[in-house]
């Protein structure tokens, strides 16, 4: 168990990097729910970005969305966060949205269709060398509905041949992170459906391609602190995307739903050194704000990623220990409760004050003016949503 102190200096150099659509309109397939004071382009969304780590104090990037994020000069895109306090992050690809792929992207019966796709990833990493960003995250929404509709092997060959291309075009530490997703909007097969496919393609491609897994990601009931230990004990986690599900990837706020399984994602992470100043684990949020507003939606999931933290550093990791080896299993599950039912909210506020931040970053995001100012400044345009 890491004393308080211990505690707070992980929790001090934690990082969660933001999703810049999270502060787009957004919605459910049925509509999108528009809302005042919502960015207009990319550099209002990281101003939007920036307001969340001047509150929480651990929040200090915002990962881009490639072509929703698009702009003429990527140097003055990252001056102006820079100006904010912040930095750019990950660059992610979308080959989902355009009337081409409704076969599928990289693994597209039609040639044409899948050189499109690859020179999107391309294109993507140019954004990557501009920008400074260390890592590539890959979601393909490829799969097939019907049986019978093309060859699940060829599919595999293609995928593999496109992952290879965009991995021998990185350099330096760029790496390729690639994303799983049980089903949709694919329902017979999809291409990357699940973390063992993820790792097998990661396993071939070498050491700087890693797994991500998007907590929302998966069939009710799956084991994802399993899948997370298994992961970081073959060193091939490479990044979390943070939300919450109830049925499907409902994209809710992390710890929404189930707050005692982020605790025991976040002890996993913590028991292999995830937590630890070097580790090349990244993690972020991947959210959409569709009923409540976006910024404080964004504050109020760092803080609950940092409550689940803080628990998961308070387990007595020597008394579990014990426990285990003694065959204890209720000593061993009493253990974990212990620390998950521990109030860390004041910890969590002694380490803000000391930091020179206000306790509740809630309460003083909403007593410093900036949503209403948002709303008074941002009049006219066309605001940032799905589609950009």
Known sequence: MAGREAAKNVLRAQRIELPSWAFGNSGTRFKVFAQQGVPRDPFEKVADAAQVHRFTGVA???????PWDQVADYAALGRAAADAGIALGTVNANVFQDDDYKLGSVTNPDPAVRRKALDHL?????VMD????RDLKLWFSDGTNYPGQDDIRARQDRLAEALSAVYERLSGDQRLILEYKLFEPAFYTTDVPDWGTAYAHCLRLGERARVCVDTGHHAPGTNIEFIVAFLLREQKLGAF???????????????AADPFQLFRILFEVARAGGLAADSQIAFML??????????????????????????ALLVDTEALAAAQAAGDVLGANGVLMDAFNTDVRPLLAELREEGGLDPDPMAAYARSGYA???VAERVGGTQAGWGA
């Open 60 to 66: 200090p990037s915002v990962a881009l969305h490639i």
């Open 122 to 126: 391309f294109a993507c990493v140019d």
């Open 130 to 133: 501009l920008t400074g960003s």
């Open 241 to 255: 995307d943070f939300n919450s599900r109830f049925y499907a990837d409902d994209d809710l706020m992390v710890g």
């Open 286 to 311: 991947d959210q959409c704000h569709n009923i409540e507003p976006k910024i404080p939606g964004q504050i109020r999931s760092v803080m609950n990623v940092q409550e689940a933290t803080a628990k």
């Open 372 to 374: 209403e100012r948002i």
